[in-house]
Nanobody, 120 residues
Framework: QVDLVESGGGLVQPGGSLRLSCAPS?????????????MGWYRQAPGKEREFVAV???????NTADFAKGRFTIFREGDKNTVYLQMNSLSAEDTAVYYC?????????WGQGTQVTVSS
């Protein structure tokens, strides 16, 4: 597996924007797995189950949860193991810990999560 690290979370006011990033950590434990087939994001709000947010493949295909359509955009730099989540028009319901993942044909790696808090 690869150690993934998320960044970009924080406190934002309702209606604001954040861009989350996810990339392999620079460490000996990151391993060498080539390009992830898919990379994406899940989130988990307090007291709720983890839910799917968005996914992208190394070929550029994307899929986004209904609640995120029109507000969140996932993108990746070609087949690099780096993925971003641009989040606009944030509301309090988007408050959660956001987790990125990367999947090969045989295994999935996860990050530790980054907190996003939407509050005035």
């Amino acid at each position: 597996q690869v150690d993934l690290v998320e960044s970009g979370g924080g406190l934002v006011q309702p209606g604001g924007s954040l861009r989350l990033s996810c990339a392999p950590s620079v460490s000996a434990s990151s391993g060498n797995i080539g390009s992830f087939v898919t990379m994406g994001w899940y989130r988990q709000a307090p007291g709720k189950e983890r839910e799917f947010v968005a996914v992208t493949t190394r070929y550029g295909d994307t899929n986004t949860a209904d609640f995120a359509k029109g507000r969140f955009t996932i993108f990746r730099e070609g087949d690099k193991n780096t993925v971003y989540l641009q989040m606009n028009s944030l509301s309090a319901e988007d408050t959660a810990v956001y987790y990125c993942y990367g999947a090969t044909l045989s295994e999935t790696s996860w990050g530790q999560g980054t907190q996003v808090t939407v509050s005035s």
